[in-house]
């Protein structure tokens, strides 16, 4: 059934049909339904106005993937507040570095959470809440509710998201965009625009929907809360595992999912038994992005699930948006959509370059934004003419279809020769063998950087010196070699989050610490 236009809250959704679940945790079990979700939230958010939390101001989310978490957020959301969600696997340190760029004035943690708080300058913050456990210095989160009236919603404003990138390529900045004072649902409200472009590409109210990933990033949570401002149930995985996947989308009906292609290959890696076990024909669509995705594995993934996966490419900055469906993608593999916006690919001289010749992706218009507490890298994401960039590489083609070849930071120099890593991992990622892979340039005295992959496999018993010299004459067959890793490093794992974003710098700087 398709949605009425008119109802984007969670408020509105409770009153028309409050016993329908509106988070399911995929492998606890437990259910929140929209009249909880609304209630728990008003409740929450007169709670933190009660204690000084006012509009505009600032509270953080340190903890797991829980069935408090889209409560805590929808609470932010209602209140007019900005609200950052922090990753759960930063040390004490990273955190605190978060809490106070960021200015929080609240944090809402867990007990999982615990050993790392202890580790907390909380000097500045006046509201702790744990929304599960026992956390010392902490009011518990079901005291906090039932001792508070839920906020009357007519005093109810919208707030908005403040995250911060993940620090791959140095400390993490937090992406700030601007408040827009309107009433909770207000149609201007930039939240509620991107849950009418969910409803304008045909979502149904009965939509159910999987996010495998953890909430603390930009994509799940924005996803999964506008999911909700369309009455679909959100099924929440506390961490990802292909099996488990599988199992909840025919368990539980699933619509429409996202992933990134690192949960793909995890996908794909299970035994053929299993992955034919389950049932999957429920699904209606399934987008992702985050990573580029290999085009064997996209291939793979559509011959399984059928030409129902769509891809984006987007970023926490909203200045610029690609999108491709599936019949696109086959037409033209690889590619990460049609830009949205005006979009301009910059060389070297910061002159435009021709259509199929590699530069950096730039974007006209998209919103406001800047990152927080720091002019300087606001200013560095725009040129001259005020086209703005994430930093990403790549072309547009003769049909106008753009590629990313590699984030510009992590382009290796050879030589002289610029050399965009992800070639080769797409190539590499395609081998049978190979679990997880990431190039990088490593230094050399006679070139400069040297190209080299370091690659997880399938089964870590089979790393050997001919297995390293298949994997580079299989990388040879598809590219040029000096694109090619001249030597293979096998290693237990690679350092990506849960999300499936690779921290290159991390892995570089393994390589490059004793260089002077």
């Known amino acids: 059934m398709a949605l009425p236009a008119v109802l984007t809250t969670p408020a509105e959704h409770a009153r028309r049909t409050p016993d329908k679940p509106a988070i399911i945790m995929g492998a606890g079990g437990e259910v929140v339904t929209y009249a909880q979700l609304d209630d728990r939230s008003a409740r929450l958010a007169q709670a933190l106005r009660d204690r000084g939390i006012g509009e505009g101001d600032q509270i953080a989310i340190l ?29 004490s340190a990273e955190v605190q570095y978060i809490l106070d760029d960021c200015g929080a004035v609240a944090l809402v943690t867990s007990a999982a959470m615990a050993d790392v708080v202890a580790g907390l300058d909380l000097s500045r913050i006046t509201v702790r809440i744990s929304a599960s456990g026992d956390v010392d210095g902490f009011e518990r989160y079901d005291d906090v509710l039932a001792a508070s009236e839920p906020m009357p919603e007519d005093q109810a404003r ?99 999912a996202q992933f990134v292609p690192t949960m ?108 927080h507490n720091d002019p300087a890298k606001t200013a560095a994401a725009a040129n001259a003419k005020g086209w703005r960039t994430l930093g990403d590489m790549g072309y547009l083609d ?24 992800q070639e080769a991992e797409n190539v590499l990622s395609g081998h049978p063998a190979v679990a997880d892979v990431a190039v990088i340039g490593v230094p050399d005295d006679e070139m400069g950087e040297s190209v ?17 010299a298949e ?21 237990d794992s690679l350092p990506r989050d849960p999300s499936g974003k690779l921290h290159k710098r991390l892995l570089r700087e393994q390589y490059w610490t004793e260089v002077g």
């Open 63 to 91: 903890m797991e993937n829980n069935r408090a978490y889209l409560e805590v957020t929808w609470a932010a959301q209602r209140s007019g507040l900005y609200y950052t969600a922090i990753n759960k696997h930063l040390r």
């Open 158 to 256: 919208e707030g908005r998201e403040m995250l911060y990138s993940s620090g791959t390529t140095g400390q993490p900045k937090g992406v700030r965009k601007p408040l827009v004072a309107v009433p909770f649902g207000d149609p201007a409200a930039p939240p509620v625009l991107i849950a009418k472009g969910l409803e304008m590409r045909g979502a149904l109210d009965d939509a159910v929907y999987l996010s495998p990933a953890p909430l603390y990033h930009g994509s799940p949570l924005v996803f999964s809360m506008s999911w909700q401002r369309l009455g679909a149930t959100v099924v929440v995985m506390e961490s990802f595992d292909a099996k488990l996947c599988l199992q909840l989308i025919e368990r539980h009906g699933v619509t429409d």
């Open 264 to 371: 793909f290959v995890r996908m794909l890696r299970l035994p053929e038994e299993v992955r034919r076990r389950y049932d999957l024909s429920s699904l209606r669509e399934v987008i992702h992005g985050a990573a580029p995705c290999p085009v064997p594995v996209k291939r793979e993934m559509m011959s399984w699930w059928g030409p129902i996966i769509h891809e984006y490419y987007s970023g926490t900055e909203d200045i610029g948006t690609a999108s491709i469906t599936p019949q696109e993608w086959l037409a033209h593999p690889g590619s990460v959509g049609r830009p949205m916006q005006e979009c301009h690919i910059v060389g070297e001289d910061g002159e435009e370059v021709p259509r199929g010749k590699v530069g950096v992706v730039y974007f006209a218009g998209g919103r406001p934004f800047e990152y």
């Open 398 to 421: 003769e049909d106008g279809y753009l590629y990313l070849t590699d984030r510009l930071a992590f382009m290796i120099i050879s030589g002289g020769v610029n050399i965009y890593p």
């Open 452 to 468: 080299r992959a370091v690659v997880q496999l399938v089964e870590p018993a089979c790393a050997s010196a001919d297995l390293e």
């Open 471 to 491: 994997l580079i004459a299989y990388c040879r067959s598809e590219l040029a070699s000096y694109k090619c890793p001249r030597r293979v490093d096998f290693v």
